[in-house]
């Protein structure tokens, strides 16, 4: 189940990473390829969003309603607000590892890989990036089109039968949650 709290403390962790800036469209990769990332360790992404193809490449289409303020959430901007060059900064000037209490560890784990491995790349390079390696990414002409979680297990190179297996055990996650939220 999607949650502000936790999408606003993975941009948040992200952002402390670049002490405290960063170009949204560049977050928002990093964020998708953590996402992409925990489905091949996990089966389950970290954000629990919906994943969609855009013409500078794969979003998180609830982070990016939150990050273009399409969206209210006081969870966001507690963590989260604009800055310069369409950029965004970290709200908070420190944040230790209690902070984060919406992200296990296993969780901070790929956050710190991913800005291992793309932290240093412009935003730009990562459009290019996303373009070029990501399979499940379709150019969707403008628009966009829903990346189905069948097309990242198959992208990331399971079987037919493991991507299907997979996917519906996720989506069968993402019905109960949502019917655990109508409860609430």
């Not at 936790?6 to 953590?34: E, N, R, V």
């Not at 990346?147 to 069968?172: K, V, W, Y």
């Amino acid at each position: 189940m999607f949650s502000d709290e936790k999408a606003a403390q993975i941009a948040a962790y992200l952002l402390s990473k670049s002490h405290g800036t960063m170009p949204y469209l560049k977050l928002m990769k990093l964020m998708y390829l953590a996402d992409r990332e925990a489905l091949l360790r996990f089966a389950h992404p970290i954000s629990d969003d919906a994943h969609y193809s855009m013409p500078f490449g794969p979003v998180l289409s609830n982070t990016l309603r939150l990050m273009r303020d399409e969206r209210q959430s006081d969870a966001w901007t507690a963590w989260v607000d604009w800055a310069p060059q369409h950029s965004l900064r970290l709200v908070r000037d420190a944040c230790s590892r209690q902070d984060f209490d919406e992200l296990p560890d296993a969780h901070l784990g790929v956050l710190d890989q991913i800005w291992e491995r793309f932290g240093h790349m412009s935003k730009w390079d990562l459009v290019e990036y996303t373009h070029k390696h990501i399979a499940e990414w379709e150019d969707p002409n403008g628009s966009s089109r829903r990346i189905q979680p069948h097309q990242q297990f198959r992208a990331l190179g399971m079987t037919q039968d493991d991507a299907a297996a997979r996917s519906a055990n996720l989506l069968e996650h993402s019905a109960l949650s949502a019917k655990l939220r109508e409860l609430q």
